[in-house]
């Protein structure tokens, strides 16, 4: 069997005891691992702090037979009625079926609906784990069907040990300040920040690109640059050169620090809102992001001349 070459696999948990974070739910897998049974679940939290890895772990651990589907990629009723109900209707030599959908907030309306149907048929047999980013978007009748858990990002400590322990047993030498300016861009992206040690080590030591060392300060320097009304070039280059692709930070940044940058609060935080959700269903984020800016140097403080 050939050994996973990619770091975010071959690295990805698959047991209780090696998992990162959440020990506030530990206690409770345990128990479902020791009655080789569990409730219907939704996990639910930010993009790579280990929701998938979570559910993948249960699945080892249990006596089951499993299906995974990416519903991002199948999001459609089709999906529900042929696949997820056909595992679900078919004989099984072990004592529980487990149908994981990853990415479920990606699911139609009508694909949800039609799941709840089928969480309800099968339920002597098949057990269910949803894994999303947002909640909200999971309708309230499969909520209702479901333990809904939120995963909470690992500490920024244990994150770096995490990654320490993938470079040494990589045998990749790195420097320390390097490791640091890592976690503190992409936290708490756990599988961001181990693409890009996998992407940056090159002959045995972690190289990372001078641009993502000076990009790791960019919200900082938006804050900076927004109370005047004509940064939009500079804020453009200071994205544009964090090589970022995820702006959910700065965007929680932006409500944060909303009084360094304007004294119209209320009207920023709507503008925030809209372009935060609006970034969800755009290919280019960084378009959308530099949309927001743009509104929030309307109403941002005067002028510097």
Known sequence: ??????????????????????????GMIKRYLGENDIQNLIFYGPAGTGKTTLAKLLTKNLNCEYLYINASDERGIETIRDKVSGFASTMSFKPLKVVILDEADFLTIQAQASLR????????????????????????????RCQVL?????????????IFSVLSQENVQHNNEHLKTL???YYPDVRKMLNVCQMSTNDGELEL???????????DKVIEL????????????VIADSNVQDFEALYKTLYE????????????????????????FRIDKEINVMACISKLLEISGKVVL
């Open 226 to 237: 927004l109370p005047n009304k004509k940064s939009f070039k500079q804020i453009r280059q």
């Open 183 to 185: 976690v503190n861009q």
């Open 1 to 26: 069997m050939i050994e996973n070459s990619l770091w975010v696999e071959k690295y990805r948990p698959n047991t209780l005891e090696n998992y990162v974070g959440n020990d506030h739910l530990k």
């Open 117 to 144: 149907n089928v969480i309800e048929t099968f339920s002597k047999s098949t057990r269910f784990i949803l894994t999303c980013n947002y909640v909200e978007r999971i309708i309230d009748p499969l909520q209702s």
């Open 150 to 162: 939120k995963i909470v990002p690992p500490s920024k400590g244990e994150v770096a040990k995490h």
């Open 257 to 280: 620090r909303i009084d360094e940058y304007t004294s119209r609060p209320a009207e920023a935080i709507i503008i925030i809102e809209e372009y935060m959700y609006h970034s969800n």
């Open 209 to 219: 690109d001078q641009q993502t060392l000076v990009s790791s300060n960019y919200i």
